[in-house]
């Protein structure tokens, strides 16, 4: 008897605790933020116990113990998978939530809502734990569902702007239109295995696991913005920047590709849906380093970065090398959350300025966010020994070395190089040169609010691939040998792009603004994409159903042929057929009168 | 020829004559319609059964028929009279010529 399932269970429940207190009077206190955020704090130290446990014995748990229902064959049970993935990322997810709470006290301090600003971040973490640790597909879903209501909410946080209320509306949409595709695994799960429990799922080795995994690729598409279903992520920064930080960098985003890690045995069987995967992660990734490179926010820059690592994610996944792909969600975690920070102290320090062509100089004005800016994005690049590099580069190996498709393989390399390019152009906008913003400005970075969490993402950005990859137990072989060049691709690509960055910064540094090229356009307007796709697709499929349902179906088919032609003939024929007048009383007094001398002549006329 | 027939068709003349000759309603028309067909009704029926006439007395019941459907008829153009006019008098009839 140990600490394991004790120490899970009151993780989870610990969590719960200050929901449960925000019906009292406490709620609307000051201290409720700085009780959630140790609360957080308190979670992650015990979530370390089972951590450690596993880390030294290896030992997974499986914890069920309320039986739901039954509904014929079918047992639904509240059980909770404590396994490698899970065990892993409820640390990290913990820790990186418990810095952005405290980040959130000094970044929303001025807004009247905060206390439930907490309790929907808190929400959201209880959602997001729940997707990690279920065991089965129903609480899997319930997760799902609510880290995407919890999105919802926290995106619209400010409803009085229209554009977060579109924005928030647009990723629930999108997820949406992935759910299908989790209905459609879930119902076939359902009917073919008769379980929705994954131990059972990978016991029973079917033939052709096609048609689910084909279902669980647009779920996690959906929910982890791969190209076709990626505009909502961009368009999600209209979020506070604590909740852009949260979700989309670090946690909600990855729930897709953490449902296809989960997927892994079925995964590693079936070679036509790793290449669909693998392919759709290369699109993705180039496409939104694409989309990054001109945009003039920064949030939208470090959005689009999100989306580009989430390819390569994807990419991972389609090498069958899930627990890289593992890796790489959580050392991405650390430093993308603290990209996202330390542009919310930019902005914030700034006066609300997010376009980073009005900012400029803050080398020397910030300097400890310059320095979190500057690491975080040479981990995002892999830089040798950063965080970065222990995933990142493993990946860019295991794709080089492997025997797969060589299109998706140049793609993620030019992507590589595009991921130095734009953080070259985030660090020498912002935070180089002289300034562009108005002169009187209050900048100052001295509340430790602000200070602690990024110093302690930045010593999780420097040291935690390097903690990671030595503690996380060894679930695959590693690559052992391959040739040099191979080795030193990515940090070539790397070093190409920000050779090329540094060029065309400096020579077009004093030059007259030029208009904007075709391709800048393509890139800026994210491809075209949402502004086709979010309006041709509902203008036609709207004027279709107009034309088929109302006009032809309702006005025509059932008004308009029988009853109005026969009133139309009808009228016509009588017109044209008949030249009376309409004067009835006389017609009846002349009958009258025609009947009364009748009678009247045969009576006395015999 | 007795005295029963002829109340009946006394009925049934006045019935006509109010259908013919009527001021200014035209639901006192439909009404002497009314009136025409009862008494033709009962004309019917007495006859019938005074003769022990079987055979034919699914006649009455027949002309009720015939004479519920009529009334609904005139109903019908009744509702559509007064839908554009908004009463029934007779002298609107002839102004709204197409």
């Keep these: 008897m140990n600490l394991f399932t004790s120490s899970i269970l009151l993780t989870l429940f610990m969590l719960t605790t200050p929901i449960m207190a925000s019906s009292t ?18 979670a992650f130290i015990i979530s370390l116990i089972p951590t450690t446990m596993f880390i030294h014995t290896n030992q997974e748990t499986l914890i069920s113990n309320w039986h739901w229902i039954t509904i014929h064959t079918l047992k639904l049970s509240l059980s909770f998978k404590m396994d490698y993935f899970s065990l892993m990322f409820m640390p990290v997810a913990l820790f990186i939530t418990w810095s952005i709470m405290e980040f959130s006290i000094w970044y929303m301090h001025s807004d009247p809502n905060i206390n439930q600003f907490f309790k929907y971040l808190l929400i959201f973490l209880i959602t997001m734990l729940i997707l990690t640790t279920a065991n089965n597909l129903f609480q899997l879903f319930i997760g799902w569902e609510g880290v995407g209501i919890m999105s919802f909410l926290l995106i619209g946080w400010w409803f009085g702007r ?6 928030a509306l647009q990723a629930i949409l999108y997820n949406r239109i992935g759910d299908i595709g989790f209905l459609l695994s879930m119902t076939w799960f359902l009917s073919n295995m008769n379980t929705w429990d994954l131990q059972q799922i990978f016991m029973l080795d079917q033939n052709s696991s096609n048609i689910p995994l084909m279902g669980l690729t647009p779920a996690a598409a959906g929910k982890s913005a791969q190209f076709g279903l990626h505009p909502w992520l961009p368009s999600a920064m209209e979020g506070p920047t604590p909740v852009s930080a ?9 729930a897709g590709i953490f449902l296809l890690i989960r997927f892994y045995p079925l995964m590693e069987n079936n070679k036509p ?11 993705t ?4 380093a694409i989309c990054a490179l001109t945009q003039n926010d920064i949030k939208k820059i470090i959005a689009f970065s999100t989306s580009s690592q989430l390819g390569l994610m994807m990419v991972t996944i389609g090498l069958n090398q899930p627990h890289l792909a593992f890796l790489h969600i959580c050392t991405h975690a650390f430093f993308k959350a603290m990209l996202f920070l330390c542009s919310g102290s930019i902005i914030h320090n700034l006066n609300n300025e997010q376009d980073i062509r009005k900012m400029g100089g803050l080398y020397k004005i910030l300097p400890f966010t310059t320095t979190a800016l500057i690491t975080g994005c040479l981990a995002l690049t892999g830089m040798p020994f950063l965080t970065g590099f222990y995933s990142k580069d493993l990946i860019i190996e295991a794709a080089t070395s492997s025997y797969t498709n060589a299109w998706a393989l140049l793609l993620t390399l030019i992507a590589t190089s595009l991921t130095a390019i734009y ?15 108005p002169p009187l400005m209050s900048i100052n970075e001295t509340n430790p609010l602000l200070i602690n969490p990024i110093k302690r993402l930045l010593i999780g950005s420097i040291f935690a691939g390097f903690i ?15 040739p040099l060049h191979l ?16 060029e065309i910064n400096t020579y077009s540094k004093n030059l007259k603004y030029p208009h904007p090229s075709n391709a800048t356009n393509f890139s800026t307007l994210l491809g075209y994409f949402p502004t086709i796709m979010h309006r041709l697709p509902p203008h036609l499929v709207l004027t279709m159903s107009q034309k088929l349902a109302t006009s032809m179906l309702d006005l025509t088919w059932t008004e308009a042929i029988l009853p109005k032609t026969t009133a139309y003939i009808q009228l016509k024929a009588s017109l044209l057929t008949s030249n009376q007048k309409g004067l009835i009383k006389l017609y009846f007094l002349s009958f009258l009168i025609t009947m009364t001398l009748t009678l009247l002549s045969f009576n006395y006329l015999e | 020829v007795s005295l029963i027939h002829i109340n009946i068709l006394i009925a049934f003349t006045i019935s006509l004559t109010g259908l013919l000759i009527y001021r200014s309603h035209l639901i006192s028309a439909l009404l002497c319609l009314e009136g025409i067909t009862l008494s033709l009704f009962i004309l019917a029926a007495l006859t019938i059964l005074n003769s022990h006439f079987t055979l034919a007395s699914m006649i009455p019941i027949i002309l009720l028929v015939f004479a519920a459907r009529e009334a609904a008829i005139g109903l019908a153009l009744l509702v559509i009279i007064s839908n554009t006019y908004g009463t029934d008098y007779v002298q609107n009839f002839n102004l709204l010529q197409c």
């Design chain 1, 25 to 42: 009077n406490f709620y609307k206190s000051n201290k409720y933020q700085h009780y959630v955020k140790n609360m957080t704090l308190l």
């Design chain 1, 162 to 167: 229209s554009d977060a209320n579109t924005a």
């Design chain 1, 246 to 254: 949260l979700l989309h960098s670090s946690t909600m985003v990855v």
């Design chain 1, 273 to 283: 849906v790793q290449t669909m995967v693998l392919s759709l992660g290369a699109l």
């Design chain 1, 285 to 288: 990734t180039l496409f939104t």
């Design chain 1, 423 to 437: 953080s070259t152009r985030i660090i020498s906008l912002t935070l180089l040169e002289q300034p562009r913003f």
């Design chain 1, 468 to 482: 990671l990859s030595n503690n996380m137990p060894p679930m695959t072989t590693p690559l052992m040998t391959m």
């Design chain 1, 487 to 502: 080795k030193l691709t990515a940090l070539m690509m790397t070093i190409l792009g920000f050779i090329l960055a540094f």
